[in-house]
């Protein structure tokens, strides 16, 4: 079994941060191809994960920041069918509301 580890040897910073980038790229375009209802936000937490082995705290946030907006710009999910959080009860009353 190869050593995992090994990636985040300062050597491979370079190819790490280059992969994240291009990983965040190729998420978001297909993100951006894909058909409604059908929403690949949650890939960008792999680009971040391997980014963060080599990145300060602060670059981490602004890099999840940066995918969180590139998730919500392409993501295809209509804003209309969310349910606001206070129109809903909360799932621990729901049982005692009967």
């Known amino acids: ?3 995992l580890e090994i990636i985040w040897d300062r050597r491979n910073r370079t190819g790490v941060l280059l992969a994240s980038v291009v990983l965040v790229v190729a998420i978001a375009t297909v993100d951006w ?8 936000g949650f890939l960008y937490l792999f680009p971040i994960m391997l980014a963060a082995g080599f990145l300060p705290r602060w670059a981490i946030v602004l890099l999840g ?8 710009r392409f993501s295809n999910l209509d804003p209309a069918d969310a349910k606001s959080g206070w129109d809903s009860k909360p ?3 729901a049982a005692a509301d009967c």
């Open 91 to 93: 799932s621990l009353f």
């Open 33 to 40: 191809w894909t058909k409604p209802y059908f929403s690949l």
């Open 65 to 72: 920041l940066a995918c969180a907006l590139l998730s919500e």
């Open 1 to 3: 079994m190869p050593h």
